[in-house]
Nanobody, 125 residues
Framework: QVQLVQSGGGLVQAGGSLRLSCAAS????????MGWFRQAPGKEREFVAA????????DYTDSVKGRFTISRENAKNTVYLQMNSLKPEDTAVYYC??????????????????WGQGTQVTVSS
């Protein structure tokens, strides 16, 4: 069983940057696609970004392309989300997640079998 522990996040002004980290313990996640999702108040959880096990493929939702970067260090069992040029609409609780099924696409939360605890990101205007 893998546990994911998130860190980072907080309050930042529009245009600022934050980096989220997600560290895995229990077993290595090096073979898993890892993803980031977010959920704003009153909204569904939405896909943000995903990265394949070897880091050679990344995917992003359109609204964060060019501003966010997902990366991973398998040796450290850690995945990151670097968020630049933040906007108020990026305000949400952010969750990292690890692959649980290859049946669904990597932007579908059903692909993920284990989740971090969530971390709040608030962007003020």
């Amino acid at each position: 069983q893998v546990q994911l522990v998130q860190s980072g996040g907080g309050l930042v002004q529009a245009g600022g940057s934050l980096r989220l980290s997600c560290a895995a313990s229990g077993r290595t996640f090096s073979g898993d696609t890892m993803g980031w999702f977010r959920q704003a108040p009153g909204k569904e959880r939405e896909f943000v970004a995903a990265i394949k096990w070897n880091g050679r493929r990344t995917d992003y939702t359109d609204s964060v392309k060019g501003r966010f970067t997902i990366s991973r260090e398998n040796a450290k069992n850690t995945v990151y989300l670097q968020m630049n040029s933040l906007k108020p609409e990026d305000t949400a609780v952010y969750y990292c997640a690890g692959q649980g099924s290859s049946y669904y696409s990597n932007d579908d939360p059903r692909s993920y079998g284990y989740w971090g605890q969530g971390t709040q990101v608030t962007v003020s205007s």
